[in-house]
């Protein structure tokens, strides 16, 4: 998860909102991503999606059996989609998203009766991806009030 902070703040210091992730199979990271989709004016250009097509692209195959995906933020339904899609086999998210997540906290597509259910686990640094998350949006609030 470290590594997803890590790539959380890439995504910030280009002012995209600070979402990283990483995937790793066998113990070693084979995809990084953060989000792009405001300097690469794409909405699939979420951190998870990034990750996916490249973890994807090096293990050849649209399938990721034995991966682990570790990301900031809950998963959008776009990207707990993808995650569905690509039959990743575990998600480990630092923090829940109230506003938009969709594994577990506004609705829950791993619950949906899709042939494929990864498992997710929530709080594994939780508070370092709560404070990336929350500067960047008190200094997004503060730009429009000047």
Known sequence: MRQ?????????????VPVGCVIVKDDRVIARGHNT??????ALFHAETVA??????????WRLP?????VTLEPCPMCA????????????AAVR???A?????VVDLTALPFNHKPTISYGLCEDEAKELLQSFFARLRQKRTK
């Open 4 to 16: 997803a902070l890590r790539e959380a703040e890439k995504a910030g210091a280009l002012g995209e």
């Open 52 to 61: 996916i097509d490249k973890a994807c692209r090096k293990l050849g195959g």
């Open 37 to 42: 989709r405001e300097t690469k004016k794409n």
């Open 66 to 70: 034995g991966c682990e995906l570790y």
């Open 81 to 92: 989609g993808a995650v569905i899609n690509a039959r990743v086999d575990r998600v480990y």
């Open 101 to 105: 997540g969709a594994m577990g906290s």
């Open 97 to 99: 998203d109230p506003k």
